[in-house]
């Protein structure tokens, strides 16, 4: 017994003697390490993600980029001119800007602004989907402004508003290509905006709704007929000049008399334009 007693008062001696980082943590002060890394992260995780959408803005911007040098090519060598087009829903046809450009690019991945790659046929949600997959393969989350398509007859009497070329002006107002639902837009001045961030748009109609989509902070991402990028704020989309009759001073303008409760609840505190 006797011998055991002096076993242990040996073995505190022995743990009395060792180094204090040699024997590790207690238990309470591992608790305390795991709690100030845990708060460490609660308070980092938000600026990543900050950064991390930023990172992708420019991503899509750069994708832009490259689709400007693609269409600037196309209407040189077409004396200025834009394709005919080929709108609605259809998902087949020569005439589409999928189709017709599909010799002008070889990198797929630039078909898609990078917050929405998930096609609306696997299961992405709006506004994050990109648009197909289509009978063809082709899928994509940008699109044209078919107003610019190279058309003397349309639907409805509505050929006076085509811009059939790159030879219009103001440029740096007129979208050529942007972040959108569909691979095409039709837009009017008095389409009204998706009553919810996650609408879908209805064919035909409210078409502005394909590209009202809160992709990138309240934005969307655009490129323009002078061959410019840059952010275009949701509530700006309508002060854009669409089609050559659009008026950029309509009824969801501030010039137009629009108010902040006038706007879905979901963009009331989004810049006025």
């Not at 709690?35 to 803005?57: T, W």
């Not at 009553?195 to 902070?217: F, I, K, Q, Y």
Request: charged share 25%; glycine share 8%; proline share 5%.
């Amino acid at each position: 017994m006797r011998e055991v007693e002096r076993m242990g008062i040996d073995m505190k001696r022995q743990n009395h003697n060792v180094p204090r980082w040699y024997r590790g943590f207690t238990l309470i002060e591992l608790l305390v390490v795991i709690a100030i890394i845990a708060l460490l992260l609660a308070i980092l995780m938000p600026a990543l993600s900050r950064v991390k959408k930023q990172a992708r803005a420019v991503v899509c911007q750069a994708s832009l980029r490259q689709w400007i040098l693609v269409w600037k090519t196309y209407t040189d060598d077409n004396d200025g001119y834009f394709h005919i087009g080929l709108g609605g829903e259809s998902q087949s046809g020569g005439s589409r800007w999928p189709v017709v450009m599909r010799e002008h690019y070889k990198d797929l991945e630039m078909r898609t602004c990078p917050m929405a790659v998930k096609p609306l046929s696997e299961g992405g949600q709006t506004p994050f989907a990109a648009w197909g997959i289509f009978s063809d393969g082709n899928y994509g989350s940008y699109g044209f402004n078919e107003w610019l398509c190279n058309r003397v007859k349309s639907a409805g009497g509505q050929e006076d508003n085509y811009f059939r070329s790159v030879n219009n002006r103001p440029a740096n107002n007129i979208p050529l290509f942007i972040d959108c639902y569909w691979y095409d837009v039709w837009a009017h001045s008095v389409d009204r905006p998706p009553e919810h961030e996650a609408d879908t748009h209805s064919p035909g109609v409210n078409e502005m709704r394909r590209v009202c989509l809160n992709r990138h902070n309240a934005a969307v991402n655009s490129a323009f007929l002078d061959w410019s990028v840059r952010k275009v704020d949701l509530k700006e989309l309508w002060t854009l000049r669409w089609h050559r009759n659009y008026n950029i001073r309509d009824s969801w303008t501030v010039a137009g008399g629009v108010q902040p409760n006038d706007w879905p609840e979901w963009m009331r505190g989004m810049k006025e334009y």
